[in-house]
């Protein structure tokens, strides 16, 4: 499952303001099964032009079970933080 939330403050170069998460769980098959939690950061850099990536946070669980539950904790607490999920592909 992966999710790309958004938040835009209103300026007059829309760009420059954009800030956004990717957040996914994704099952990892190694020598054990290992489900993960990825919340990823990007934000507009007005120097150089374009998005950059500056910020990601993995966690690993053993049940998948665990792993949906904080997921389900990130998805809220970016939602409180304004946040809306403006693409979501399942």
Do not use: C, M, P
């Given at each position: 499952m992966?999710?790309?939330?958004?938040r835009?403050?209103?300026?007059?170069?829309?760009?420059?303001?954009?800030?956004?998460y990717?957040?996914?769980?994704d099952d990892?098959?190694?020598?054990r099964t290992?489900?993960c939690?990825?919340?990823?950061?990007a934000?507009?850099?007005?120097?150089i032009?374009?998005v950059?990536?500056?910020?990601r946070?993995?966690?690993?669980?053993?049940?998948?079970?665990?792993?949906?539950?904080w997921?389900?904790?990130?998805?809220?607490t970016?939602?409180?933080?304004?946040?809306?999920c403006?693409?979501?592909?399942?």
């Open positions: 992966q999710e790309l939330f958004s835009t403050d209103v300026r007059e170069d829309l760009s420059s303001a954009t800030e956004s990717e957040l996914r769980l990892s098959l190694s020598d290992v489900f939690v990825t919340k990823a950061h934000r507009w850099d007005d120097v032009k374009k950059v990536w500056d910020e946070q993995v966690w690993e669980f053993e049940t998948l079970q665990a792993a949906k539950e997921y389900a904790k990130q998805r809220l970016l939602d409180l933080k304004g946040f809306g403006s693409d979501r592909n399942i």
